[in-house]
Structures are given as structure tokens and as C-alpha cells.
């Protein structure tokens, strides 16, 4: 074979390269902090959805002091924010302390168990207003304690609590507004509904 076939060009090889400036911005992706809570807690998150139609049962905002037991993720504090409640008004209580850490951008958070606070709050404070996805397993103790808070708190409206409950739960002052479809709570084989309790 000839040597010249391995010579190099005398001038550089270019390849002509136009540049197009017509393609759209891409949005900036933002990073979506994932929290791990483990199974422990019973925490079975409120689709969105779902808790903005628990708002509109709570009722129109008001000045009325408004607590939300377990609040873990902050989906139903969010829905109430949304909806024009007052963040002021807004009381939370959360035991997990990574999720009670994730919460104070709603309203005042009360790092505890619900039903321990329940238990040293009787008679000292009143809530018009409770809105509530409580541990399915102890149901009936935080429907129970969320109830032994309420009062008027010099409201004329009566003090009413609205909580995502499971199907089986029955209180003989419940009015059932809906049943959930099967698939509202993927890690939880439970079916549910919501109810709201008048006091």
C-alpha cells in the first residue's frame, strides 16, 4: 500500500454546522423532595381531590378556629389554605416530627400524639371546627378526643367535624356525605367514606 495513502490532508476537514435558534425554552425541572414515612405512623395520605371536597363540607371560611388531628403531609391544611381559610386559625397537630417539620408553612404546628394533646387540652380550648384522616386502626379513640374539643367558641354556627373515616366506622350522630372508590388509599386495603358530625 502507498504511504500517501496515510498522509494528511493539507488543509483541515470542516463540516458545516448551522445553528438553529427557533426551538422553545424548556421549563426548569424542580426537584420533588420524596418523604419516606414509615408504616409505623399509619399515614395514608388525603389525595388533593379528596381533601378539597372535605373543605367545601367543613363550610365556608370564617373566622373559627380550625384544628386538624394527624395531619401528617399537610394535604387537608393545604386544601383549607387553598379554599380562603385562615392559616392563623389553623391548629395542627402531628406526632412524626419530619412531618410536623414540613407543616409550619400552614398554620401552628403541635409536635405530639393526638390523643395525648386531646387529653391535657380538654376544657382548656374549643374548636368550631375539626377536619380529620385519623390511623385507621384507632378510629373510634381520635373521633372521640377531636369530639371531646369541640364548642362553639362563641360562634352561632354549630361546631361540626368533618373526617375521612373507614367504611365500618359507624357513630350514631354521623351523616355520611360519600363513599370513597376502592383505590383512594393504594398502600391501605380499606375502603372509606367521609362523614360530618354536628355537636
Given at each position: 500500500m502507498k504511504p500517501s495513502v496515510y498522509r494528511r490532508?493539507?488543509?483541515?476537514l470542516y463540516a458545516p454546522v448551522t445553528r438553529r435558534r427557533d426551538f422553545e425554552a424548556l421549563p426548569k425541572a424542580e426537584s420533588v423532595e420524596v418523604v419516606a414515612v414509615d408504616r409505623a405512623t399509619e399515614c395514608h395520605?388525603?389525595?388533593?381531590d379528596v381533601a378539597a371536597r372535605m373543605v367545601r363540607y367543613l363550610g365556608a371560611p370564617g373566622d373559627k378556629l380550625t384544628l386538624e388531628p394527624s395531619a401528617g403531609t399537610g394535604n387537608l391544611s393545604r386544601a383549607l389554605i387553598e379554599s380562603g381559610h385562615s392559616r392563623y386559625e389553623l391548629v395542627q397537630v402531628e406526632r412524626h416530627i419530619r412531618l410536623a417539620g414540613m407543616l409550619h408553612g400552614f398554620g401552628s404546628v403541635i409536635n405530639r400524639c393526638f390523643l395525648e394533646y386531646a387529653a391535657e387540652a380538654r376544657g382548656k380550648v374549643?374548636?368550631?371546627?375539626?377536619?380529620?384522616?385519623?390511623?385507621?386502626s384507632d378510629?373510634?379513640?381520635?373521633i372521640a378526643a377531636a369530639l371531646s374539643l369541640m364548642g362553639s367558641g362563641g360562634h352561632e354556627c354549630a361546631p361540626r367535624v368533618v373526617a375521612l373515616v373507614p367504611l365500618t366506622f359507624q357513630h350514631p350522630d354521623?351523616?355520611?356525605?360519600?363513599?370513597?372508590?376502592?383505590d383512594t388509599f393504594a398502600n391501605a386495603k380499606v375502603r372509606t367514606k367521609i362523614i360530618r358530625i354536628y355537636r
Open positions: 490532508p493539507a488543509k483541515p395520605v388525603t389525595p388533593p374549643e374548636f368550631p371546627r375539626v377536619i380529620m384522616n385519623p390511623p385507621f378510629v373510634r379513640k381520635h354521623a351523616e355520611e356525605l360519600e363513599q370513597l372508590p376502592d
